[in-house]
């Protein structure tokens, strides 16, 4: 698969339906958090809830400040109306009460009249708050007398059931207890200094919730995260070769980078805001709901128009986040590329091109950049825009309702600041949908990588460990291409290697020598034919039992930005976790007793120890990031060293020392002789006195093996050898043979 480009791997869609697959994978990650993420939820639910309570609270604050009425008259007077399906308002002086609406009510729909006044209760006459406290207690299923006045001089009587009290109603009765049932300008502002200590109250718990909620859900994001990129990293050290020689890896270190912040920042919205601000609109609305149902009519109306833009809006910004993404990538190969390679940019005096080359770069991330911010500055003033259209409608509904005597002052205020509740979440929601949608496009390259096939897979219990080599290694027709090209690099290679052979493999550049070890370190696999050990094909034992037989020497030496130790102690995995382990923990115990002497003899008999001691922290000396603080001598003998510790029965070694002065090289050429007694080896030469050296010597060109044999012989009848050997084999001496 290319990396960043538009791909499909295994349970993956380009479309929205993968990003859902792709989240719940993510969920799989997080369920060992899920310790912290449950009572982050629960905290961001109380968040919720306390949001709306404090809205609900608004309403008889209101209704205080706008009404020369307590809050238990009030309370009392709204279970009466319910029950009776009457809507009531008060005279001067608090009586009598005059009836405004009559609604269809069985008992009073018909016999009562609008704006007739409702005077007495089972024959006696009583104060409005007698009437509503009467009403408000009745016990369910009670029948009542209802006396009216119809005009000055028109009493009539009704007899009526009213509608049973349910549990919110009985809520509302026992609260009005606890407040003062008087209706002077004492009692209600004490009532409002209760009402606001509570708000107060419940805002503060809203508050430490909301911080425990966030923090909680942030670790778990953060941790999750670690888990998604130790996962990337599991895979991207099981990938083959084959992948690394295809694609470059500064795709990979940006996904790691960059997606991975991308996917955290989504996680905290999914966990948190997706919760969070539908839970405040929803319990919103529902207190709008409990005030005046019709608000539910303005909710529909302007729920889907907004939905609609905010998905349109998101498919647009997660377009555009993906080739952001895929630019950074580019940006990361860029940079490490010229970095690694600024002797050459300088040497050539290229800087003009590499800077011309990241600022074209940076101009088409940019633009992808501000697309985004584009759009994601204009889904809120849409949102809103549509919001205030749809709420200066029902305003205006609302006010009408409240000209006409069908609303209180106090119920249309709560009724405004419960809207602006539900479409503020709304409002936030667009945003939290735009940066799901970065993350999503994250999500897509995180679980490319995670979902590219690894070289063999894990807990294969066919694969049998490779035993020490006891006979041979045999090429039986191997024939490999490299993705892309035509010519095969190894091209029906017969070759056997018995045990312990020391077999130099020579030939121009481009023959397939390095190919040919690499097949044996299973880098590659044959495309045809097999590579058999003791007889049985290679295949047949898992890839890591075949690398640990094996010491490995590459051309391009590699050293870790590690100390000196660590570097050599990378030949043996074991002893290397313990190392780390003791840097990290040096109170405990890891059983070293001993393994910094077997370093110290490796490097001994790679000639390293003489240079290492002079080093102002000997073996423990922090070395640049690759090596750059050794000489290329040196690094070799490190390379040596760290052979010498894995002390594996197979060698291969890609002679490289064209570049490092002939002390250097004698003393690497006299470690390797040292080591290579009683081994297998490989040896991709380069050098007269190794070739001299080796039991056969392998002469490729073309991907196929042309000849073999020793030296004296091959010198006589091979005449690319003698070529090779007249004008790329140098001698001990420096001179051309």
């Not at 706008?66 to 709204?78: D, E, F, L, R």
């Not at 020497?553 to 570097?567: E, G, K, L, R």
Request: charged share 25%.
């Amino acid at each position: 698969m290319a990396l960043g480009g538009p791909s499909k791997t295994r349970g993956e869609s380009t479309k929205s339906g993968g990003s859902l697959l792709h989240f719940m994978s993510i969920l799989k990650y997080s369920r060992p958090y899920y310790k912290y993420l449950v009572p982050g939820m629960i905290c961001i639910v109380v968040v919720a809830v306390t949001y709306s309570v404090n809205i609900a609270a608004m309403l008889p604050a209101f209704h205080l400040i706008a009404k020369n009425q307590g809050i238990p008259t009030w309370v009392h007077q709204s279970i009466a109306e319910k029950r009776l399906g009457l809507n009531l308002v008060f005279g001067e002086s608090n009586q009598p009460i005059g009836v405004v609406e009559v609604k269809n009510y069985k008992y009073l729909s018909g016999r009562v009249g609008d704006h007739d006044k409702l005077e007495r209760l089972n024959g006696r006459k009583l104060t409005a708050r007698e009437i509503c406290r009467e009403i408000a207690y009745l016990p369910n299923g009670s029948s009542v007398r209802l006396g009216f006045m119809k005009g000055k001089d028109e009493p009539y009587e009704v007899t009526a059931q009213p509608k049973d009290v349910n549990w919110s109603e009985r809520a509302m009765r026992y609260g009005a207890t606890w407040l003062p049932q008087g209706i002077e300008k004492g009692d209600r502002l004490r009532t409002l200094e209760l009402i606001l200590g509570v708000i107060i109250i419940i805002s503060i718990v809203g508050g430490i919730c909301r911080f425990f909620g966030e923090y909680l859900i942030a670790l778990t994001a953060a941790r999750t995260v670690v888990a998604l990129r130790r996962r990337m990293y599991q895979r991207v050290l099981n990938l083959p070769i084959s992948h690394f020689a295809s694609y470059g890896v500064g795709d990979l270190v940006s996904r790691f980078v960059q997606d991975s912040i991308d996917v955290y920042r989504g996680l905290n919205f999914v966990f948190a805001k997706s919760l969070r601000d539908p839970l405040k609109a929803l319990f919103a609305f529902l207190v709008a709901l409990a005030i005046d149902w019709r608000l539910t009519l303005v909710t529909v109306v302007c729920a889907p128009i907004a939905a609609v833009l905010i998905r349109r809006m998101g498919k647009m910004i997660r377009k555009a986040s993906k080739r952001l993404l895929q630019n950074y990538g580019r940006m990361v190969s860029v940079l490490e590329g010229t970095l690694i390679g600024i002797r050459v940019v300088k040497g050539y005096t290229m800087e003009t091109y590499e800077r011309t080359r990241l600022h074209n770069l940076d101009k088409d991330m940019l633009k992808h950049q501000l697309r985004i911010e584009r759009i994601d500055a204009l889904s809120s003033p849409v949102i809103e825009t549509v919001g205030q259209i749809v709420a200066s409608l029902a305003i205006i509904y609302f006010a009408q309702q409240m000209f006409e005597d069908r609303m209180e002052f106090s119920t249309f205020a709560a009724l405004g600041v419960a809207m602006a509740a539900i479409f503020d979440p709304m409002r936030k929601m667009s945003s939290f949908y735009n940066r799901l949608q970065s993350a999503n496009a994250a999500m897509d390259r995180v679980f490319e990588v995670i979902n590219l096939h690894e070289e063999e897979a894990r807990g294969n219990v066919a694969m049998q460990t490779l035993p020490p080599i006891a006979e041979s290694i045999e090429f039986r027709n191997v024939t490999y291409k490299y993705p892309g090209t035509d010519a095969p690099a190894i091209d029906q290679v017969n070759l056997l290697i018995r045990r312990g052979d020391r077999v130099a493999i020579v030939g121009p550049n481009g023959s397939g020598k390095t190919t040919l070890v690499s097949l044996i370190l299973r880098f590659f696999e044959p495309q045809e034919g097999e590579i058999a050990i003791d007889g049985r094909n290679m295949r047949d034992y898992s890839i890591a039992s075949v690398r640990r037989q094996m010491s490995l020497i590459t051309q391009d030496t590699v050293i870790f930005a590690d100390t000196i130790a660590n570097n050599i102690a990378y030949g043996d995995d074991r002893l290397l976790r313990r190392r780390v382990l003791q840097r990290r923990h040096p109170e405990r115990h890891y059983h070293l007793n001993g393994q910094n002497e077997r370093i110290a003899a490796a490097a001994k008999a790679a000639y390293a120890d003489e240079f290492i001691r002079e080093k102002p922290d000997g073996y423990e000396t922090l070395v640049g990031e690759h090596g750059t603080t050794l000489s290329g001598g040196q690094k070799q003998r490190l390379s040596i060293a760290r052979a010498i510790l894995r002390n594996a029965p197979i060698f291969i070694f890609d002679e490289a020392t064209s570049q490092i002065d002939s002390e250097s090289e004698q003393k690497i050429h006299d470690a390797v002789e040292r080591f290579l007694e009683g081994r297998t080896a490989l040896i991709i030469a380069h050098r007269f006195s190794t070739i001299l050296q080796a039991d056969r010597i392998v002469v490729m060109d073309r991907g196929k093996i042309i000849d073999s044999g020793r030296h004296e012989e091959l010198i006589g009848r091979c005449k690319l050898y003698q070529n090779l050997y007249g004008t790329q084999i140098i001698d001990d001496s420096g001179t051309r043979k």
